[in-house]
């Protein structure tokens, strides 16, 4: 009920939105949405994100080092960010209750028929993407 009056307030004709739908219209398509989507645990960081932190770290570091300061603690300062990285990547976000979702309307018409297939939706930390596994009935294909 929230969600509707939220969106009846939100109208905008710029997108082509002058009228809300009926509450029968956006329950419908809510669940549309929510039967279509994949959830997983919720992993905040990705590994390009981690490389920028350790880039900027270093640049903080050896800025610290060249205007004199002590090389020991700015490899401390490096040390602890890249410690601080490791525990939220790895551990932190399993434990986190947060959820990603995902719609995947081909994976999605890839499941309909589960006699002949099964498919996988998984997310790829190192290559921040999505990546789609298809198991033909009898076989193990993959395709990414």
């Known amino acids: 009920e929230r969600l ?12 082509g939105m002058t009228t809300p739908p009926s509450r029968e219209q956006l329950f419908w398509a809510m669940s549309c949405v929510r039967s279509r989507s994949f959830s997983g645990p919720f992993a905040g960081g990705t590994l390009r994100g ?21 090389l020991q603690q700015a490899y401390n300062g ?4 890249l410690i601080s990285l490791i525990i ?10 947060a959820k990603r979702h995902v719609l995947g309307p081909w994976l999605d018409l890839l499941n309909h ?3 002949r297939a099964s498919a996988e939706l998984a997310y790829e930390y190192f290559t921040d993407s999505f990546c789609a ?3 033909p009935r009898g076989n193990t294909v993959s395709n990414g």
Request: without cysteine.
């Open 50 to 70: 981690a490389l920028q932190q350790m880039v900027f770290a270093s640049v903080l570091a050896a800025a610290y080092v060249a205007t004199g300061g002590e």
């Open 113 to 115: 028929d589960s006699t």
């Open 78 to 81: 490096l040390l602890a960010v």
């Open 88 to 97: 939220s990547d790895t551990f932190l976000s399993r434990f986190a209750k």
């Open 4 to 15: 509707y009056k939220m969106l009846a307030a939100s109208t905008d004709p710029a997108v």
């Open 133 to 135: 596994t298809i198991y």
